[in-house]
């Protein structure tokens, strides 16, 4: 079992920045490939970001250039660093891990979740 829990939601306006946590318990973190998805009103929960037990990240298009997934084994911490934000990014982020070496992009493929946390960006 992992525990996840998601910290750094919040409101902010259009172009500013905001860094998500995502801190794991359990089962030893640095095994698994960790990633990122958000989930909007009425909405499916979409694919951001993942990276793997070593080094390497995806990013769905639209954050490209804008996100940055990073891992922090020692302190079973992961974290998605979000600048210039806009509108169209809010939503619930969850962070989620799989027992997995190679990168996955589908909801179905991770096997914990945390709980989500808010991302408001008004324009």
């Known amino acids: 079992q992992v525990q996840l829990v998601e910290s750094g939601g919040g409101l902010v306006q259009a172009g500013e920045s905001l860094r998500l946590s995502c801190a794991a318990s359990?089962?030893?973190?640095?095994?698994?490939?960790m990633g990122w998805f958000r989930q909007a009103p009425g909405k499916e929960r979409e694919f951001v970001a993942a990276i793997p037990v070593s080094s390497g990240a995806i990013y769905r298009d639209s954050v490209k250039g804008r996100f940055t997934i990073s891992r922090d084994n020692a302190l079973n911490t992961g974290y998605l660093q979000m600048n210039s934000l806009k509108p169209e990014d809010t939503a619930v982020y969850y962070c989620a891990v799989a027992r997995s070496y190679v990168m996955m992009t589908r909801v179905r493929e991770y096997d914990y979740w945390g709980q989500g946390t808010q991302v408001t960006v008004s324009s």
């Open positions: 359990g089962r030893t973190f640095s095994s698994y490939l």
